[in-house]
């Protein structure tokens, strides 16, 4: 069976990742696939990126912009990717760090609706929601396991991008990374941002700047092509139809984005039984 492994770093800026500030994802980066020019979506927000990865479709499709509830009617209408995957048989875990116990409920709602078999909330740093994803893990042989952590964004936020603060944000993120990195033996590991930061105001991402919308994007696992960049530009919507494909689930039409082929080495994804 196979499995996916997503590491979301909310509001991890490309330029961030240098050897001495993140040398596990850096030298990911350099072992397997990385993209050169990756973009996450317009608007820049998190809420709209994670929609859009969920999704498959951009934000002037999902108009999931805000949290809460109300998102259940227009997640309805559209095509979630752990619906597809809950649909021949494969979970998907979702492992949150930084979720306001108040959020917990609301969070775990829509997840739920939108097909995951099971929503964690982790209080704690980086490396803590990366130890406990590693034990779900374990539990979870095939299907689709996502972990996000926003260390990098309350930084930003707080203090700004590429700031001291920040860049100590980003060497936590970097040992979830090494904690994540042994996923590569027998599952696709895609490290991502939903956005950048600090390109017009130092402490905010949503304004149009290429600095607010590149993100970095690694692709890693046993048959991702190595020492390999893509140059081309890629955008966060290939995720959602890249991940499907590599679980053998054809991705709906309706999806926006495409599969990262050249980032593989040929040999067929396994079908999904239901």
Same mark, same amino acid.
């Given at each position: ?69 109300? &998102?259940?009617? %227009?997640? #309805? ?7 597809? +995957? *809950?649909?021949? @048989?494969?979970?998907? $875990? ?83 990374? &090494?904690?994540? %990195?042994? #996923? ?7 490290? +991502? *941002?939903?956005? @950048?930061?600090?390109? $017009? ?74």
């Amino acid at each position: 069976m196979a499995r996916c492994v997503i590491l979301l770093a909310d509001g991890l800026r490309p330029d961030a990742v240098t050897a001495s500030d993140t040398p596990s994802l850096h030298a990911l980066a350099c072992d397997y696939t990385a993209a050169a020019h990756a973009a996450t979506v317009r608007p820049s927000t998190t809420v709209a990126a994670i929609g859009a990865l969920a999704t498959g479709v951009g934000p002037g499709t999902h108009r999931l912009m805000e949290p809460g509830i109300g &998102a259940l009617r %227009r997640l #309805a209408n559209l095509r979630p990717v752990p619906r597809e +995957l *809950a649909r021949r @048989g494969l979970p998907t $875990v979702v492992v949150a760090g930084h979720v306001p116990a108040l959020e917990v409920p609301t969070a775990s709602a829509l997840a739920k609706f939108a097909g995951v078999s099971r929503f964690i909330a982790v209080r704690g740093t980086a490396r803590l929601v990366a130890a406990s994803a590693l034990r779900r893990l374990r539990l979870t042989p095939h299907g689709l396991v996502m972990v996000y952590v926003n260390d990098c964004d309350r930084a930003g936020h707080s203090e700004g991008w590429m700031t001291p603060p920040y860049h100590v944000a980003v060497r936590e993120v970097d040992a979830a990374v &090494a904690s994540l %990195r042994t #996923a590569v033996a027998d599952s696709l590991l895609v490290v +991502l *941002a939903d956005h @950048g930061g600090g390109g $017009v105001a130092p402490t905010d991402h949503d304004a149009p700047h290429p600095v607010n919308d590149r993100i970095p994007l690694i692709l890693a696992g046993p048959r991702v092509r190595r020492r390999y960049t893509i140059r081309q530009p890629v955008s966060l919507l290939d995720v959602s139809p890249t991940l499907l494909w590599w679980l053998g689930v054809e991705a709906p039409r309706e999806y926006e984005g495409r599969v990262l082929v050249e980032a593989m080495t040929g040999a067929e994804p396994e079908v999904a039984v239901a």
